[in-house]
């Protein structure tokens, strides 16, 4: 019984983890050629975490750990962040559908943070087949953006429904259709660019910790193809928070690996280009190259309203909420899940995204988890997968002051998910002799910091 258990969660991260590299463009086509069937298509995912979930604690009754587990700091975090989405639900009287589509928005990826951490500590198997899941499916997202800029027609997605109704097959910067701007299999160019910083610093800390394996020019070109590929994405993204935030990851990568000295050096000469750069930037503002890839501002045309000014718009009404509303709005109240209310409201913050949510007690305990995350994975950066995950988090963290980063389901499930692998692989989670399982098995190298 338990055997089988075990096989059947170690499946389902694995159809998690693929299924979300084709989630849009399978859940686009459904919706447009059979439109009864668009709540499953949209939902599987969730009901997928529900049976994981169920799943996860009959393995850990059978092992008798639920006590243990239920008992580490972590898990009650997780849970006390969804028991206040719960009373919250109580508390506000918000559209029930937007409320339905807020919960899950705002806790899917917490819950599989929770379920990988816990998995990967007690069941054979979690990590080691929801790293090549993982692997798999974000190759497949980053190989269709590269051929999306070198090989298919841009329109490529209008074939299998998107359009102005559902998903645009492509957006441009400003409407100048000379910089085109990718979705790949994602919703749109900005998690496509989320995406590659992750894939991006992932696959750099491989190449650091395991530089020992990479012997032969096979084994090297597999590297440099891969982050080629990535760097290529992240470009075509034309996604500004993202070029930030893969610099930023980049440069964590690099400070977290070399000497500490060196690191601050390197980190007071990065910020010091940084002011240089976006001086003589500012200066060129009127090269039309400049004015459109800097700045989205096309000097030729354009919309007559600038994405700047959105942003500037979006945070100010969400400051303005969340300080007048310290219980937040309630759930569903921003974001796509408000699109399906009578008061649509849009915040390009993730923070004030989740204040204007679950309020201020509800923001301070998403930032706690995400801090203690980050601290687990900075503490455990000799493994190349928390390396990886700390430096990526950086990026993405940055994105997260423009953009509602969590909001997309592929970056956030990804991100959050191997950051449960990562963790619960560690031993992180304290437990007897009776109920240790082997060590985890990749790899680790000698401390450079």
Not at 46 to 60: K, M, P, Q, R, T
Not at 183 to 201: D, E, I, K
Not at 321 to 345: D, F, H, M, R, Y
Request: aromatic residues 10%; glycine residues 8%; charged residues 15%.
């Amino acid at each position: 019984m338990r055997g089988l258990v075990e096989q059947t969660i170690v499946w389902l991260v694995v159809v998690v983890f693929v299924g979300m590299a084709i989630h849009t463009p399978t859940t686009v086509f459904i919706e447009t050629h059979w439109p009864h069937l668009e709540l499953l298509a949209k939902s599987w995912k969730e009901l997928v975490l529900g049976a994981l979930l169920l799943l996860i604690l009959l393995s850990l009754y059978k092992r008798g750990a639920l006590r243990q587990v239920v008992g580490d700091k972590v898990v009650q975090l997780v849970a006390a962040i969804a028991v206040v989405h719960v009373a919250l639900l109580l508390l506000f009287d918000n559209a029930y559908v937007s409320e339905l589509a807020g919960l899950l928005i705002d806790l899917r990826f917490y819950l599989f943070f929770v379920e990988l951490y816990v998995a990967a500590r007690y069941i054979p198997g979690v990590h080691k087949y929801g790293l090549r899941a993982a692997a798999v499916g974000a190759a497949f997202i980053v190989v269709f953006g590269v051929l999306q800029v070198f090989v298919l027609p841009k329109d490529i997605l209008a074939s299998i429904g998107y359009s102005d109704a559902t998903i645009k097959p492509y957006l441009t910067v400003d409407l100048n259709h000379d910089y085109v701007r990718i979705n790949s299999t994602l919703r749109g160019p900005n998690p496509v660019g989320a995406f590659a910083v992750l894939v991006l610093c992932v696959a750099g800390a491989w190449a650091i910790r395991r530089a020992s394996q990479l012997t032969n020019w096979k084994k090297r070109a597999q590297v440099i193809a891969t982050l080629l590929a990535g760097v290529i994405v992240l470009w075509a993204s034309y996604s500004r928070s993202a070029w930030i935030a893969g610099a930023l990851g980049i440069a964590t990568l690099w400070a977290s690996v070399v000497p500490k000295k060196l690191a601050v050096y390197s980190l007071i000469s990065m910020a010091m280009a940084s002011v240089i750069v976006v001086g003589v930037l500012l200066q060129l503002r009127d090269v039309p190259a400049i004015s459109n890839l800097v700045f989205h501002n096309n000097p030729v045309g354009g919309s007559p309203t600038k994405s700047d000014d959105g942003h500037i718009e979006s945070l100010e009404q969400g400051i303005e909420a969340a300080s007048q509303a310290p219980l937040g709005k309630g759930i569903g109240s921003t974001g796509s899940a408000s699109l399906l209310s009578e008061e649509p409201v849009i915040i390009e913050n993730q923070y004030l995204f989740m204040a204007h949510e679950s309020g201020w007690l509800g923001v301070a305990l998403q930032l706690l988890l995400f801090g203690l995350v980050l601290w687990g994975l900075w503490r455990l950066r000799q493994d190349w997968l928390s390396l990886g995950l700390f430096s990526a988090g950086i990026g993405l963290a940055f994105i997260g002051l423009l953009l509602p980063v969590w909001a997309d389901d592929t970056v956030s499930l990804y991100w959050w998910g191997l950051a449960g692998l990562a963790l619960g692989s560690s031993a992180i989670i304290k437990s007897d002799e009776r109920v240790t399982p082997k060590p985890k098995s990749h790899k680790k190298t000698a401390r450079t910091t």
